[in-house]
């Protein structure tokens, strides 16, 4: 591990991975992934309005409506989902594995108040692989807790440039964004925060 990384219960942080224009093009390639797939407050299964905005780039999104949660080919507006930004894929492939690339990047958007309860992503085929997660713009508040539901949890702040692999004995870990702290990165024009997570589905 680098000086840089830190790892709590089996998730590996990579502070600063990175740096400033990194983040800016990512955001760039981002909002033409939004231009065509535009981001959406999906449904919970309960019938609440998730407080995240989302959208998806690659093979499949992910979405949650009345039926559940699952894996679709297409955003709701009909149309596929554009592909996975190369600049994403090259994060994925220095810290995870060249031999397969994610089918899904879950985009998150987090605006102000928003937050994400704690949750596993166990929708994917295959836990062998790990969940890759991107943080830009605001600092969000991240709790990990365990494989089961409940119990003690760390919580870490996460701030712009930094990348988490979820995997191994964590990859089915509990894990949400308690809160950010709304304006406190200016990468975004309008602020709040981006989340980027990247699955390999089936
Ligand atoms: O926003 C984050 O840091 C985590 C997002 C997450 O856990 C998810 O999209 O499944
Ligand atoms: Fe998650």
Redo the contacts with the bound molecule.
Sequence with gaps: MDMDTVEIRGFRIHRGFLDGPAQAALVEDLRDVATRAPMFSPMTPYGKPMR?KMTSAGKYG?MSDKSGYRYVTQHPDGVEWPAIPQRVLAVWQALVSCERTPDCC?V?Y?GEGAR?GM?Q?RDEADFSWP?L?I?LGDE?L?RIGNTTRGGKTESIW?QSGDV?VMGGDARLTY???DKIRFGSSTLLEKGG?I?L?CRVVD
């Design positions: 995240v992910w879950l998150n987090y994400m949750h992503d969940v997660s943080s969000g991240f996460l988490v894990h949400g964004v925060r989340n997570t």
